[in-house]
């Protein structure tokens, strides 16, 4: 089995919180994790049962197997909190750049952060790595714990 590609998942994850995807890891948690049917949870999230599905496969993929997507999610969860998206969705559905003030489409959300924002975007997976750091070294102190 190959190994869980923690980077390409933290790059993947972080782009899509700063595009306006911050519901990204809920929905895959409510949707890998707890099983809940994929018609509920997109319903909650307003997105379609087939983006829902492609966002879980995606994970799956760079995690290498379904069961382990399901370990990465909460640690994914973990990494990610205070990572704040910069294009927001208001309740008409409209795309916002909160650093340019610009209307987005929303299938150019991430584009738009990629091409316009990339410092932001490389902080963001700066942050998530520092925390998978911290995340390690606490689980690796656990285990100290338990062996003592
Ligand atoms: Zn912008």
Same mark, same amino acid.
């Given at each position: 089995m190959k190994p869980v590609d923690i980077k390409s998942l933290v790059n993947y994850v972080s782009l899509k919180i700063l595009g306006g995807g911050d519901y990204l890891l809920n929905a895959?948690?409510?949707?890998?994790?707890?099983?809940?049917?994929?018609?509920?949870?997109?319903?909650?999230?307003? @997105?379609? #049962?087939?983006q829902l599905?492609?966002? =879980?496969?995606?994970? @799956? &993929? #760079?995690?290498?197997?379904?069961?382990? =997507?399901?370990?990465?999610?909460? @640690?994914?969860?973990?990494? =990610? &909190?205070?990572? &704040?998206?910069?294009?927001?969705?208001?309740?008409?559905?409209?795309y916002t750049c909160k650093l340019c003030n610009t209307v987005v489409a929303r299938e150019d959300t991430e584009e738009?952060?990629?091409?316009?924002?990339?410092?932001?975007?490389?902080?963001?997976?700066?942050? !998530? !790595? &520092?925390?998978l750091e911290e995340y390690k070294a606490k689980r690796e102190k656990a285990l100290v714990v338990t062996a003592s």
């Open positions: 895959l948690e409510e949707y890998l994790v707890k099983g809940e049917g994929p018609a509920i949870v997109a319903h909650k999230y307003n @997105i379609s #049962k087939h599905r492609g966002y =879980a496969q995606r994970i @799956i &993929e #760079k995690s290498g197997s379904e069961i382990r =997507a399901k370990k990465v999610i909460p @640690i994914l969860q973990y990494l =990610a &909190e205070g990572i &704040e998206p910069i294009v927001e969705r208001n309740d008409n559905g409209v738009h952060v990629r091409k316009y924002h990339k410092d932001q975007l490389s902080l963001a997976i700066k942050k !998530m !790595m &520092e925390r």
